[in-house]
């Protein structure tokens, strides 16, 4: 009998010790992504010129992204953070209007970012990767003259 409650305690360590060493598969969401311009909810004159985004794991269990966006004007804007993906803020720089920023991932596949400029929460964005990898779905919501806005932008996997 002791046998037995040995061979399936050592059967039972093995196994636990397997998926805690099994390495965690990296998040569709990694990679580069550029903005479908066409598809954005405004007059071609509104619209900007391109937006990349890149998003990347890093050690130490953190998440990092940059955005580099060229405005209808040609003006260029930019912004990078690294952030542990628990809801802590965390510093953003670059020159478009954001300065910290919050995020958790609640699967392999969607990223919720919360966007803070001069201490107040500007806008919060969900991405959504599509099940064959290639589309990146932004839904942001924020708030314009007091009323709720949620505004929806597809991107498209660079390389494909």
């Known amino acids: 009998m002791k046998n037995v409650i040995a061979a399936s305690l050592a059967l039972l ?5 397997s998926t805690v060493a099994a390495p ?22 509104a619209r900007p010129q391109s937006v ?9 269990g953190k998440w990092s992204s940059r955005v580099a966006i060229v405005e209808h004007s ?12 628990y809801g802590t803020p965390a510093p953003a720089t670059g020159t478009y209007p954001v300065d910290r920023v919050a995020g958790k991932m609640p699967a392999p596949g969607v990223l919720v970012v ?3 400029y001069q201490n107040i929460p500007r806008s919060t964005r969900v991405y959504t990767v599509s099940a064959d990898g290639k589309v990146l779905t932004e839904t942001e919501a924020y ?18």
């Open 24 to 45: 965690r598969a990296v998040s569709p969401l990694a990679g580069r992504w550029t903005l479908d311009v066409a598809t954005l909810p405004m007059p071609a004159q």
């Open 52 to 60: 990349t985004l890149e998003f990347a794991e890093v050690p130490g």
């Open 13 to 17: 360590l093995l196994q636990v010790s």
């Open 114 to 116: 919360q966007f803070i």
């Open 143 to 160: 708030f314009r003259d007091g009323q709720p806005v949620l505004r929806t932008a597809r991107f498209d996997r660079a390389g494909f």
């Open 74 to 85: 040609g003006n260029r804007l930019d912004a990078a953070s690294t952030m542990v993906l």
